[in-house]
Each structure stands twice: as C-alpha cells, then as structure tokens.
C-alpha cells in the first residue's frame, strides 16, 4: 500500500524528501498554485492528482518517475493540456511547461526540442534561418506530444507525419531511467514512440527535420451558411486536382457572437476552406481558384505569407477553454458522404457543434516513414472531425449523440482507424485500439509490457492490451 494514499503523516516526509530531490516546484492538493499548476487548455478536463511535479529538467522528470513507482503510483504528463482527455487522478502528474529549450542546427537542419516547448515557440527559433517544423494548425500546441501521436497540420501532404521525421527521442522510462532512442540505440523503442505516444515514458526532448520553408501561399476563405453545400461539394471534386505541395481543409463553423471576431463573422454560421500551397503565389491562385468561385467569400485572407504566420490559416483557439472533440477517418469522400455530412451537421440543423472539420489527406501521408514507426491511418483519403460546442454541461450525452449522428450518417466511407490525436473523447480500450492494424498493435502492447510492465503510464490515449489469448 502507498504510504502517500493511506498515511497523511507519510505524506508530508515522502513530498519533503521529493522536493529537496526536484528544482522545479513540487505541490499538493490545497497548496498555493497547485490548480494553476495542473490545469491546461482543456478546462473540461479537471485533473486531481495525488502530487504535482513542475519539471525544471530531465533529472526532476526521473525523480517523479521513481517516487511514483515506489509508491505504486500512475504517472500522468501534461505541457499545454491541449490534448487533455482524461482526469489524471490518483497520479502523480509531471509538468513539462518550464522545460521550453529549442536548439537549432541550421546546417544539419535539425531542431532540439525540450518537453514543453510550443510550435510557436519552436517556430520562432527556426524562422531566422528560413526553416520550418512540421508543426501542427495551432502553433500553442505543445511539440512533443503532437509528434509523437503522428502530427499532421497545414504542410503534411508534402512532407508526412511529423513522426516520421523524428531523429532523435530522450525518454524517461518506467524504472527512472533515461534513455536515448533512435534508429540504431533502443530502436524498439524509438519505433513504439512514434505512434505510441505516451505510453512507454516521459519523452524530455526529442531532435526532429526541418525544411527549407520560409514562406508559402496559403490562409483561409470563408463563405455564407446559404454557400455551405455548393463549397462543400467543390471541394471534393477539387482536392483530386491538388498536387502534394497544397495540403487543405474545410471546416463548418458556429461561430459566438464575440466582439473579437470580423463583423462579417460574428454569430454566423460558415464555411471556413483552409489552403497551404509550397510553390509560387501564381500558381496557387491558379490552383485555387475553383474554389474561389465556388461561393460568395466573407472573407479571403490566401496570399503570400511567412511560415511563421501559419496559425493564421486554422485561427485555432489560443486561450484556456473547454473542448470535447471526436474524429473518424475517411477513404473517400463522395456526393453521398457530402451529403450526410450536411444532413447531420450543416446549417439547416441545430446541434452543438463549433466546429466540424474535413482534412484532406494522401500525398506523402500515405507513404511509409523513411524509419519505420507505429504511426496509424496512412490509408485514409480524409479525416472528419467533430468539436462540441464549449458548454461542458452537453459534454455528457448532448453533443456525444448528435456526434454520433454524424459518425453513424458516414459510417459506409469509414476506414474504421483513426489518427491517434484526433481520438478525443474516444478513450475506451477498443475505441483506441481502432488506431493501429492487428499487428502494430500487438507489437506495441508487447513493447509494453516491456518498458512499462506496471501501467504506471495508463492516462489519455494509452496502448491498450491485448484480449488474453492475443
């Protein structure tokens, strides 16, 4: 039995001796800052933990990790809290938001990136020399936990899953150690990582590809509710025109009626087409061009941009907020799957979304990592997504239903996987497992029995194990 769980006496001497161990703050349930310390940008999820462990380093991340196993404790990571699904009660949680360090190597186009560093922030250190990240539509998203669940965002059909261009993984394990993961030391590892996630330890810095970006032709268009349908289906017969230097998307959104929005958008329900081409301005026009005429913009902000901008194409959420969020994966999408789409969630029904989403994917999502990886859905043509709208009172059977209305109506397109960060609320054992085929997965909960034998890393999304028998 825990001395922390059952002997609140045991507990004052085991955090005191944790906190001479640790640089970084170490806090208990009541002390000052400890909300502050374990919350992220998805407020819905309301995290409990036994401790909390602010991570200066690599060697307070090992601390946490072996206090949690000598107390027989699960240890729970959090950075930004973006991909927040489940409450890490009962853990020990380690917050990875002071370790921020990025280190560019512009001749080896390499970037080094710590634990809890952010896209914008990585973004930043590698727009000087003219390079870009494979980083995802919100730039406020943490790096690591992004790669290491596949990482798709608004240049992926030219160059893959961010996964698949990690070189280099650190990773505290199970047992406390820290290890060095790539191709040649631990390559079990360094595969089951990339795809697997967190499910194998506390990854405190990993070393990924850059490319020569600088700038690109992209940003969004967004068209009137009555435009919805005639946008929605141009764009499917005109993704199949697109090179795999232009990765897209199309989004309906409901928008608040916020002060900060465009007038033009305020309160309205729209259709927002995202677009990120890596070649000439004028041939990106040329290529967008049916779009452009496929309705009466709003608002069009495609031109010319730096790579740094790149959070302007999505306009993702920056701030704390509550979100549920569900997705499925497509192999085609065709007039009738349109139609289904609209049917369930366009501008003539009312359901409590915010958002649902159309990524196109194929180009060099679909090929194999140059480096094998676990990463899942390279088979898929595009991935729906569906975002509840962010009233936590409709998060338990409201949007859940009316998501499952959308996802029932599409049902005969469905892959049947899913990408791993798109899971969202999905957090049952099957509905996870969906991610991987049959052999990945059984390699991935044999790398775990491995590496994590005890389930200390058992919260979000985890590798689920095998039915006996497997």
């Known amino acids: 039995m825990s001395v922390i769980t059952d002997d609140p006496a045991g507990v004052s001497r085991e955090v005191e001796a944790l906190r001479q161990e640790v ?24 995290h409990h933990p036994v401790v909390v462990v602010g991570a200066m380093g690599e060697g307070d991340v090992q601390a946490a990790v072996r206090f949690a196993a000598r107390h027989g404790l699960p240890v729970a990571v959090q950075a930004t809290g973006h991909g927040a699904a489940t409450a890490a009660d009962g853990a020990v949680m380690i917050t990875t938001r002071r370790m921020r360090a990025v280190t560019v190597d512009p001749s080896a186009r390499t970037a080094t990136i710590a634990a809890g560093a952010t896209w914008s922030e990585v973004i930043e250190r590698t727009a000087q ?14 790096a690591v936990g992004y790669t290491l669940g596949g990482g798709i965002g608004p240049i992926s059909r030219t160059y893959g899953f961010a996964a698949d261009h990690v070189r280099e993984l650190t990773v505290v394990t199970a047992d406390g150690h820290a290890r060095v993961a790539d191709a040649t030391r631990e390559p079990d590892l360094f595969w089951a990582l990339r795809g697997g996630k967190g499910s194998f330890g506390v990854v405190t810095s990993m070393t990924v590809d850059l490319f020569p970006v600088a700038t690109l032709y992209g940003g969004g268009i967004f068209f009137p509710a009555e435009d919805a349908a005639g946008v929605l289906h141009a764009y499917r017969d005109w993704v199949g025109t697109l090179p795999e230097t232009t990765t897209t998307s199309v989004a309906l959104l409901r928008l608040p009626p916020l002060p900060e929005l465009p007038p033009e958008l305020r309160g309205r329900f729209v259709a927002h087409l995202r677009f990120a081409h890596l070649g000439e301005a004028q041939e990106g026009e040329r290529l967008l061009a049916p779009m452009r005429a496929a309705g009466r913009p709003l608002i069009d902000t495609v031109n010319r941009m730096p790579f740094a901008a790149i959070g302007s194409i999505h306009q993702d959420p920056e701030g704390p907020m509550p979100a549920w969020d569900r997705g499925a994966l497509l192999r085609e999408l065709t007039a009738d ?47 729906l997504m569906v975002i509840g709208a962010p ?49 990945v997965l059984s390699r991935l909960a044999r790398l775990r029995e491995v590496y994590d034998p005890q389930r200390m890393f058992r919260f979000g999304h985890a590798v689920p194990d095998l039915p006996e028998g497997d």
């Open 129 to 142: 020399y003219g390079l870009a990240p494979l980083s995802g539509s919100a730039p406020g998203v943490g």
């Open 23 to 46: 640089a970084g703050p170490v806090l208990l349930p009541g002390d000052e800052g400890f909300a502050a310390e374990v919350s992220g940008f998805n407020v819905a999820t309301r």
């Open 337 to 383: 799957t349109v139609d289904a789409i609209l049917a369930t969630a366009g501008p003539d029904v009312e359901v409590p979304f915010a958002v649902v989403e159309l990524r196109h994917l194929g180009g060099a999502l679909a090929r194999p990592a140059r480096t094998e990886n676990a990463v899942g859905g390279r088979d898929a043509a595009f991935s």
């Open 391 to 439: 009233v936590p009172e409709l998060f338990a059977a409201v949007i859940p239903a009316a998501a499952g209305a959308v996802f029932g109506a599409v049902e005969p397109w469905l892959t049947g996987g899913a990408l791993l960060n798109f899971l969202g609320a999905e957090t049952a054992p099957e509905q996870i497992a969906r991610v991987w085929t049959r052999p």
